[in-house]
C-alpha cells in the first residue's frame, strides 16, 4: 500500500482523512499546501512526514532557483515546514538534511530531488529491516495489540510497528491483531484496521478502552507500537493513548515493543519531558464528522500525543536490531561519532 508518490517534479499524496470510505490522490506542485496537508493530517505517522517535506522542500526549490535570492526562499519554505506538526522528530531530520544538501550543491533542485529519493528510498530499507528484527520478538501465534497506524500508510515502506507484523505474518506467528480504534481521529480503526484486512492479515477492531479487558482474559501476548520522538534515555512520545496501552500492559505482564528508525530519535533530548508535544483543536473532540457529541463551547484537552517512560518497555526495535533495557548507553552506541 503506497501513500506518496514521486512523479515527473510533483508530488502525490493519499488524503488519508478519506480514507477508508474514499481513496483520493491530490497532486502539489507547491511546497504550501503540503505544509496544510500535513497540519490537517492528510499526510501523517512521523517517517512519512519527513519523507513528504523532503519533497515540499523540493517544490520549494524548483519555484526559487533561478529567482533573486535563492538561500532567502528556502529559508523561509523550511522554517514553513518546519511549523507543520512539532512532535515527530523525522520532519526536523529531514529538513535539516535537505539543508545540509543545499548548502553543498546551492540551487541545484535535480541534487535536492535526489537528495529526498534517497531519504524516501532508505526509509523503505530501514523499515524492511525493522521487520525483520522485529519478528524474532513475535512468538508463534502471537494475538498483538497495536495503536494508532505505524504502518504502510505512515512510513512509505511496510510500516515500523506494522512492519514488524508483517514480518511476524509472513513466518504464520501472527494469530490476530488487535487495533486500537485510536481516538480522537480513529488513525487505528480507519488506517491500520484497512492496510491489515486489505494484506490479508486477521485484525479485530476495538475501541481505546477495551484493552486492558482484554490483557486481563489473557487474550494479549504482546503490544507493538511506532514512535514520534525518542529521548536519550528511552522515554517515548507517541499517538495520545500510547501511554495508557504501556500502563495496562506493564500491569498485566504484557511486553510492550516500539519499532522505530534511528531518524525517529532525539539523543538532544536526555528524557521524554522536553519533547514539545502538538495540542490540537477542541473541534476534533466535540464532533464527529457533522455529528456534534459535546456541547458548543464546552472545554476541551486535546494533546495529540502522550509520552510514555522507557521503564515500560521490554525492547526498543530498530533497523540495527532488538535492544533490551537498561536503554541509554545502547542507544547511544547506536550512534558513533
Ligand atoms: O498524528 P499522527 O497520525 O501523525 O500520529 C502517528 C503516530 O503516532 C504514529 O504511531 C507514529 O508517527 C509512528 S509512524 C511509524
Known sequence: MEALRWEDHA?????????????RWNRYTDYRPVVADIKRLAVRGAPLIGVAAAYAYVLAARAAAGGGDFAGAMDRARDDLAASRPTAVNLF???????????????????????????????????????????????????????????ALATDG???????????????????VYADETRPLLQGSRLTAYELHADG???????????????????????IVGCDRMAANGDLANKIGTY?????????????????????????????????????????????GPVQTAPEGVAVYNPAFDVTPHQLLAGIITEKGVIRPPFGEKLRALFPG
Open 11 to 23: 508530488l502525490w499524496l493519499l488524503d488519508q482523512t478519506l480514507l477508508p470510505g474514499e481513496t
Open 93 to 151: 531530520w529531514a529538513l535539516e538534511r535537505m539543508d545540509r544538501r543545499r548548502r553543498a550543491v546551492g540551487a541545484d533542485p535535480a541534487a535536492l530531488e535526489a537528495e529526498a529519493e534517497a531519504i524516501q528510498k532508505e526509509n523503505i530499507q530501514v523499515n524492511e529491516a525493522i521487520g525483520r528484527y522485529g519478528a524474532e520478538v513475535v512468538p508463534p501465534g502471537a494475538r498483538i495489540l497495536t495503536h494508532c497506524n505505524a504502518g
Open 158 to 176: 511496510i510500516g515500523t510497528a506494522l512492519g514488524v507484523i508483517r514480518a511476524a505474518h509472513r513466518q504464520g506467528k501472527v494469530a490476530m
Open 201 to 223: 492479515i486477521p485484525v479485530t477492531v476495538i475501541a481505546d478502552n477495551m484493552a486492558a479487558s482484554l490483557m486481563g482474559k489473557g487474550r494479549i501476548d504482546l503490544a
Open 244 to 288: 495508557s496501552v504501556a500502563v495496562n500492559c506493564h500491569y498485566h505482564g504484557v511486553p510492550l515493543y516500539v519499532a522505530l528508525p534511528l531518524s525517529t530519535m532525539d539523543l538532544s533530548l536526555p528524557d521524554g519531558s522536553g519533547i514539545p508535544i502538538e495540542e490540537r483543536g477542541g473541534e476534533e473532540l466535540t464532533r464527529l
